[in-house]
């Protein structure tokens, strides 16, 4: 039996509008699609990217109908695949040996990846692909093909960005931040208003050594910056043989990590409070009660969660995934002092269901990543200090991000379905499968092929 070294080989087939078969039930009233995101190809010829990030663009889409589902897969043809494809490079990643010219003008002037393999959000009418540069692409949401990057309608200059926005249930603008390195360098809190492409500057923090940061949280009030010291100087970027993007950040642990509470009206930096060290890629839920920020977070002990993740060690099959632990974070908006709750261990990916969003909630979503011939989806009861409040798993079955799909109807958080692709190893293909609120299986859609271990993705009702 393969383990999951399977999820890290490439993949080169693509499908269009393959109707999946279907074992079980899937809801009749799923009938949006799930677009997911990830890298899925990391060779070609004798070229070969080294960080499982650098892998080119993979969308696919899973149109549910009736009962039925559709599946599409496509390997955008971006500026990084035909560079990939046509001339042997995986050249200015986000960890590459090699571009190292071509990583410096990427930072600098902006010219940076076009490998958009991160995330998916609806801005401005258009389905986009997203990744940590501003380049991110327009899709076309039936064939999965690039149109192009995105054009912004603002003149603000960003250089490394976060690719999860948080969409804001009151206005329905994308949130975000980037960091600007300059001779001042500078996190910039940003809004996306609904149906535009206009990037509003809301407000700034000048930092000497910026950090790399992967998400954010968002309350009615306020947004929430987590700074691991995971940081750089802007001119490591052009010291010679530094290696790719992440290389260029070192971990000074004796800095802690700092919230940064922004008020969304104003933009006013209204808080800091550092905490000890711990790295985090994401964010859970955030939202506010009784004159306190709370912010659920995967902590990691250190920045071993970045570095551990090469491909060569992952394709081995033994890498040291870092255990995540889910915690929750009480920053009082008075100055009292920051406190913190354990949640759950050796969790990622938490999801969460959108109507709940900034609002005080009890169920977040995650992959376990416990890996023993394969990883559960867990449901971890925040409300109830983490009480496992259901889970799923199957032998040789690696879980993806799952993602929570409220029912149109429903009144209980609970209530709704979880989407998550998921790699059988023993018959070496995806599979779709379709979880309730409690994680118990309703249905299934074996896939045609292995689809790698992608990061994250989004269902869209039409
Ligand atoms: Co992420």
Redesign the pocket.
Known sequence: MAGYEAGFRDLTEEVRDRDLPVEGTIPAWLDGALYRNGPARWTVGDAAADHWFDGLTHLTRFAFDDGGVRYTNRFPRTEAYRAAVEEGSFAGQFSSTDGYLARVKSMLTGESTDNAN??VARIGGDLVALTETPNWLRIDPESLESAGTLDYADNLTAHHVT??LRQAPDSGAHWGYFTRFGRTNEYVLFRIPEGTTRRERVGSVAVEKPAYM??FALTPAHAVLVEPPLVTHPAKFLLPGSGGFIDSYDWEPDRGTRFLILRRDTGELVREATVPAFFT??TANAFERDGSLVVDLVAYDDDSAVTDLSLGALRGGDAGFPSGELRRYRLPLDGGGPSHDHLADEVEMPRFSPAVHTREYEHAYAQSTEMDGGNALVRVDVAEGGAVGGRWEEAGVYSGEPVFVPHPEGDDEAEGVVLSLCLDTDAERSVLVVLDGDLTELARAPLPHAVPFG??GEYFRD
């Open positions: 991160v995330h690719a999860h992967h998400s890629f994401h990061f994250h």
